[in-house]
């Protein structure tokens, strides 16, 4: 069933949330950007902020709406809150002559995602499938998605670099929330509408007192949705994608797109499936105590492939053609899915506005678009 609730009566989700012993995180202004973190009431959420976001540019801009999330995916994604940034693994002291191993404790509360966005929802199934369901099951992240729950926003606004409608993955959220919600304003009407996808969901409905949408209601939210869908400035032709890219490790393109990028690594840092990493041992100066963190790494650094004296990829030419062929290509015989969800960041925060749409345009010997 899908109910309406009305806009001024958010809070009580944020309340019904806290009763069931949810941390909440969600979207909040900070630094001239939308940013996940913790927040405690709908006042937290950014109220009145849209962003405009192309190539290499993100702004937020003031708007006279009042609607609580106008925005679309900002620089962060859920993906530092599942699997941090840096994590301490274990630390090892070495008392007379003996090593204690020391592990460290990752347990957290549970947690409440409220704003997921469509493209980030089936980011989260993309990385569940890397660190739940592949070879190498991680225990931090196993442990803090099963207490996650997963509340997500329909967009019913394109974002200036998205391309989430021609991946399939948005802007209307397909399976893995536990709540969903859409948004809809009016000159006289706020309000959202609002689906549950899982029993835990349905149980945080009831406190809400929220009454069944009317079919006109209804349509409502399905037409804002199409309505973004269709203004959704970019695409990507995944039709015969991934074997276009293994047919072209040669193409001249990569050399020109080279000679752009800098290698800064942004574009894994933002994106929302991205999961490389590495390990970093320290001690301390006396030698007795020696600690092991794991840290966020990118196909894009030259230490990354390193092996045995050299790396495997000593050129930048080389860097960008195995992350965007890994998205595009080979990511797809690995875990039967691209591995990108269109939500545009790298092509925001790339510094240089290198876009993989348009480099995959024109590696089908297509026109460019945007650049
Ligand atoms: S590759 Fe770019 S557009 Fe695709 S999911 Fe990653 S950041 Fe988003
Ligand atoms: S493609 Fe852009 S964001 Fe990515 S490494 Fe190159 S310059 Fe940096």
Same mark, same amino acid.
């Given at each position: ?15 019904a ?30 109220a ?15 708007t ?27 630390r ?9 191993? +020391?592990?460290?404790e ?6 409440a995602?409220l ?20 070879g190498?099951s ?10 996650t729950l ?17 991946m ?20 006289h009407?706020?309000?959202?509408l609002?689906?549950?996808g ?15 949408a ?31 890219l ?13 000679r752009?990028? +800098? ?6 840092m ?8 590495t ?6 100066l006396?030698?007795?105590i ?5 840290l966020?790494?990118?196909c894009?650094t ?15 030419k ?23 969800v ?12 290198i876009? +993989?749409t348009?480099?995959?345009?024109i ?9």
């Open positions: 069933m899908t109910y309406r609730l009305e806009a001024n009566a958010l809070d009580r989700l944020f309340k949330l806290g009763t069931k012993g949810y941390v909440i995180f969600g979207p909040t202004v900070r630094d001239s950007a939308v940013v996940y973190d913790r927040i405690e009431s709908p006042n937290d959420l950014p009145g902020w849209a962003d405009q976001q192309t190539n290499g540019s993100y702004r937020l801009v003031k006279d709406s009042p609607a609580y999330f106008d925005f679309t995916a900002p620089p962060q994604s859920w993906k530092r809150l599942l699997f941090p940034p840096s994590l301490h693994l274990f090892s002291h070495r008392r007379n002559g003996t090593l204690e191993i +020391l592990e460290e990752h347990e957290t509360e549970p947690m995602f704003g997921v966005r469509p493209c980030d929802l089936r980011a989260l199934a993309i990385l569940d499938s890397v660190y739940l369901n592949g190498a991680d225990s931090t992240y196993r442990q803090r998605r099963e207490k997963i509340i997500a926003v329909n967009c019913t606004r394109a974002g200036g670099t998205c391309f989430c409608a021609s399939g993955t948005g802007p209307e959220a397909g399976a893995g929330f536990d709540l969903c919600l859409t948004e809809l304003v009016s000159e009407d706020h309000y959202f609002v689906e549950s899982s029993a835990k969901g349905e149980s945080c409905v009831s406190p809400l007192q929220a009454r069944e009317t079919p006109q209601e209804q349509t409502s939210g399905r037409e804002a949705i199409r309505t973004a869908a269709a203004a959704m400035g970019r695409s990507l032709q995944t039709q015969g994608l991934p074997e276009l293994a047919a072209n490790l040669s193409h001249p393109r990569w050399d020109q797109i080279a752009r990028c +800098l290698a800064c690594a942004n574009c894994t933002v994106c929302p499936t991205c999961f490389c990493s390990v970093e041992d320290s001690t301390d006396s030698g007795a020696a600690s092991r963190t794991r966020w790494d990118s894009f030259a230490e990354f492939s390193y092996i045995h004296g050299g790396s495997l990829r000593p050129t930048i080389s860097r960008y053609r195995q992350w965007m062929t890994h998205k595009l290509s080979s990511w797809v015989a690995q875990f039967g899915s691209f591995g990108c269109g939500c545009g960041r790298c092509i925001t925060w790339c510094p240089v506005g876009d +993989l348009e480099e995959a345009r590696l089908r010997g297509q026109a460019a678009e945007h650049v």
